[in-house]
């Protein structure tokens, strides 16, 4: 048994920055979001239901907690997910990224993604967001159509979706669209309509989401119809037709681009590269030469703020990973790709031999499910199919 590793280089490095509020906390979402009506225990200041330079001021010291550990590092790409941080204002949201531009070497072309919802969009605030440096705006649409959205517990209707998409288009460089299928008795031809219009807008990213049923939210308790496993096939199948058709490729399992605009953060992700995770909830993944960690911070925005202000630190778990689990990890990423990893890879991104996950090859490679490409780690379309299956013969 291997118990040690040695890393020749580190890998590329992002920023996480979770946003925790939402107006309204849909039914399927098991995201680490809290509706403000909820948010109880903060003081009178509000603006719009959370302190926002609480917070504000709470992740710029969460991050400089972590500068040590990444000195000299370049950041690549910057996530801010929720929640809704689509909810921060304009100059918060300057505030924010002038502190973080200040504390870390951020590549000077990095992508800039913010979530948003539809019911948060307006116009001037998202010319706001632009002047601050967002780049790239990720959309939760889900759905064109107003009956679908009641159904899913959307804040947003149809017109409201099309209009937050015209909005983003004028205003950043690069525009995402969330849509979920397998949707509450949804139909072939109301999942085509949907598809349809969302490609209608030519934006050059769009991420597609079978919906299901996650533990400990509202939808697991209180379960909707949901279409049958042949017919959520046959509108799976029949999206892919369309997205082919208009010049999308599939670069990751729900993840589809035009040429050149694949979300660079998410890549980093699934290519087993390291990030910072600031704010509540946030998980984060930092290399060394001989070690590879992982944090996790407290999850409710109140213990995360009073963490940050009394102790100086919001971690509820910093662990090494042990050298007989980075090959599941690793393989956990980078199986999502279509395109899979070079070979090489695995050595450069977990320190070890190829040799360790020679009988997990060797045994996909017979039953079909990746490719039998020896200079490639790459999942074949049965194998995309039945990822999960071709994951789990990577934890022994």
């Not at 939760?140 to 149809?158: E, P, T």
Request: aromatic share 8%.
């Amino acid at each position: 048994m291997i118990n040690s590793i040695t890393l020749t280089a580190l890998p590329p490095l992002a920023l996480y920055i979770h946003f925790p509020w939402c107006e309204k906390k849909c039914p399927y979402c098991d995201f680490n979001s809290h509706q403000i009506k909820d948010v109880s225990s903060l003081n009178s200041k509000l603006a719009g239901g959370f302190d926002e330079q609480r917070y504000i001021n709470t992740l710029i010291t969460d991050l400089e907690t972590e500068l040590p550990n990444i000195w000299g590092r370049q950041v690549h790409s910057i996530f801010i997910g929720g929640g809704t941080p689509s909810l921060l204002s304009a100059a918060g949201m300057d505030q924010l990224l002038g502190a973080v531009r200040a504390r870390i070497h951020l590549e000077p072309d990095a992508e800039i993604t913010m979530e948003a919802n539809p019911g948060s969009v307006e116009a001037e605030k998202f010319a706001g967001f632009a002047k601050a440096g967002i780049n790239r705006v990720s959309l939760g649409i889900q759905s064109f159509q107003d009956q679908q959205l009641k159904a899913l517990g959307r804040i947003h209707n149809g017109a409201e979706a099309k209009r937050a998409v015209e909005v983003a288009l004028s205003n950043f460089k690069s525009v995402n669209l969330d849509l979920m299928y397998g949707l509450p008795n949804q139909s072939l031809d109301a999942a085509r309509s949907d598809m349809e219009t969302a490609l209608s807008f030519k934006t050059p990213h769009l991420s597609l989401y079978n919906l299901t049923l996650e533990p400990n939210t509202y939808f697991a308790n209180f379960p909707p119809k949901l279409p049958s496993e042949d017919e959520i096939d046959a509108i799976f199948e029949q999206n892919l037709e369309l997205l082919t058709q208009a010049g999308y490729q599939r670069y990751e399992v729900s993840a589809y681009a035009k040429k050149g605009q694949e979300c660079k953060h998410n890549l980093n992700y699934w290519r087993f590269g390291d990030y910072i995770g600031i704010g509540a909830g946030a998980h984060g993944k930092i290399s060394y030469p001989a070690k590879i960690t992982r944090q996790v911070r407290e999850r409710h925005p109140e213990t995360y703020m009073l963490a940050i202000e009394t102790k100086g630190n919001a971690l509820i778990e910093s662990r090494e990973i042990l050298a007989k689990d980075l090959p599941f990890e690793f393989m956990l990423n980078t199986l999502r790709l279509t395109d899979g990893v070079d070979t090489n890879t695995f050595s450069e991104c977990t320190g070890l031999p190829l040799s360790v996950i020679s009988k997990g090859l060797h045994a996909a490679s017979k039953k079909g499910l990746l490719d039998e490409n020896p200079s490639k780690l790459r999942p074949t379309t049965l194998g995309l199919r039945y990822l999960n299956n071709l994951q789990e013969m990577f934890l022994d």
